[in-house]
Nanobody, 120 residues
């Protein structure tokens, strides 16, 4: 059973960094991070395939965020640098079998989310 559990959210000033971590079993699962700000739809942030060989990012975070995974530890991390106030949202970890996807509806398993707040 894959049950993602996120950690690492918090409050940071603009320009700062945070590292989110997701613990989830299921080594043949692609993993992704999504986020949802108040009053907005859940949006794709980044994804990584089951063996870590391929990644994909939303244009809004490309060059600032890095997704990585350690299958020996069953973890997927999201390193977030140069944070902006518009990055403020609840961040969710999600899993689906094998291939990456950018649509939230294609992910089978979701964590409860962790709040990231970036102050200006």
């Amino acid at each position: 059973q894959v049950q993602p559990v996120e950690s690492g959210g918090g409050l940071v000033q603009a320009g700062g960094s945070l590292r989110l971590s997701c613990a989830a079993s299921g080594r043949t699962f692609a993993m992704a991070w999504f986020r949802q700000a108040p009053g907005k739809e859940r949006e794709f942030v980044a994804a990584i395939d089951w063996n870590g060989g391929d990644t994909y990012y939303a244009d809004s975070v490309k060059g600032r965020f890095t997704i990585s995974r350690d299958n020996a530890k069953n973890t997927v991390d999201l390193q977030m640098n140069s944070l902006k106030p518009e990055d403020t949202a609840v961040y969710y970890c999600a899993a689906r079998p094998l291939n990456m996807a950018t649509r939230a509806g294609l992910y089978n398993y979701w964590g409860q989310g962790t709040q990231v707040t970036v102050s200006s």
